[in-house]
């Protein structure tokens, strides 16, 4: 058994859980890691079940609709998507995201935030807290300019260029730091890069001692409509050590929210 299977025989049992449903979701698991599917002799041998109890799960699971057969093969079928899409009905996409964000705030202990664009700014409609604090004051709901944050610049890399220079055109340029890029030509080109490289470092252009790093949430048509960042002060990191730290996992949370799209 690699370390890619899960042992259903092993997991400890109390008289308040239902150890048949416990080890038919199991199976349901194995299989969803399985899509060509499985025997019945793969199924056991993952599983950890006897043959007979194996039979018994896979041919139960076939009655409900949740699994199918071809010939000697069992494999899920789009009952459990019915299921999923039903959910996901009542679930919006920054409920999903949450979960994934916190594993990113968690792993940092810094915070992390996700913001779409509107119009010339970005707008946060997600935020996890870190254990550390950062000095801007930021909240679900709160506006900052694109043009100068990493986050905006993600967003910003998935307009077309006549669209991007027309936003540039209405942007309202400030000086926010003496680091601050106000020039919308070099603005139009680290936005190009963002988006050859799938992510922006924005380095204390807003505010002296911070620096964050962003990257983009895509839909199923890989159009960017939202971006995820991680926030940091700049004591704590050079631009390369934050690359390091936290693009691993702001792109697998990315990639896990992405996963909502898919299932709609």
Known sequence: MNATDRSITTRRTSPDRVGSLEKGLGVLEILATNPAGLTLTEVAEKAGLTRAGARRLLLSLVATGHVGQEGRRFLLTSRLLTLARAWLDGVSLWDFAL??????????????????????????????????????????????????????????????????????????????????????????????????NGYAVVDEEFEIGLRSVAVPIRDRTGQVVAALNVPAQSSRYTVQELERAALPHLRKAAAAIENFFVVQ
Do not use: W
């Open 99 to 196: 979960p994934h964000m916190r594993e990113v705030a968690a792993a940092l202990n810094e915070s992390c935030s996700a913001a779409i664009l509107a119009g010339t700014d970005v707008v946060y409609v997600a935020r996890v807290p870190g254990e550390r604090i950062v000095s801007i004051a930021l909240s679900v709901g709160t506006r900052l300019p694109a043009y100068c944050t990493s986050m905006g610049r993600v967003l910003l890399s998935g307009l077309a260029p006549d669209e991007l220079e027309k936003l540039l055109r209405r942007t309202d340029f400030r000086a926010y730091t003496r680091k601050t890029t106000m020039n919308r030509v070099e603005i139009a080109r680290v936005v190009r890069q963002a988006g050859e």
